[in-house]
């Protein structure tokens, strides 16, 4: 045999060995520590709430999701053939002392940048012509979901005219 056979074939012994000590090496790599793990827990829808009310700062009707555990979260609704749906923005600032737990306290609201004033009217207008509304939320955390369909019935909101129109809270867990 000529040399460049013998490197040729060194070659290919050298390759098989990496690649078989690759793959025992990645057999017996210890799991990382507990604190590093992800969670398993998916995150979890807890309340929607639609509400309404004129003169205060900011807009007049108000849909929110608050959930546990998660990283984005996502609305979508339709109502005699239309569709909207939108991603939510998660509101740091706004606080529901009701909702027992840190994570689930603050909501998350459609963008009304993108999609979220169409989410809400559509609301709006399903509440008022059928006296019900039918919203989907997403909530997501890497990659575990909890997909919803929340059923928004005007018979069970609160209703306070003209200070609180329209005031529901619908609890999903």
């Given at each position: ?79 005699n053939?239309h ?51 039918k ?39």
């Amino acid at each position: 045999m000529r040399a460049t056979e013998w490197s040729y074939i060194a070659g290919r012994v050298l390759v098989a060995v990496l690649i078989a000590s690759g793959v025992l090496a990645g057999a017996v790599v210890p799991p990382p520590p507990a604190g590093a793990q992800r969670s398993e827990r998916p995150p979890k829808l807890i309340q929607l709430s639609y509400d309404e009310s004129s003169g205060d700062i900011g807009p007049d009707r108000q849909l929110a999701a608050f959930a546990r555990r998660t990283n984005s979260l996502r609305f979508a609704t339709s109502y005699n053939e239309h569709r909207a749906s939108a991603p939510g923005k998660y509101r740091p600032n706004i606080t529901d002392t009701d909702i027992h737990g840190e994570e689930a306290s603050h909501p998350w609201i459609p963008d009304r940048d993108h999609g979220g004033r169409r989410v809400v009217r559509l609301v709006h207008r399903s509440l008022f012509h059928r006296g019900f509304a039918k919203v989907s939320v997403h909530a997501r955390s890497d990659d575990l979901v909890d997909a919803v369909r929340v059923r928004i019935d005007r018979s069970d909101c609160a209703s306070d005219p003209p200070l609180y129109p329209v005031s529901c809270e619908v609890r999903v867990s």
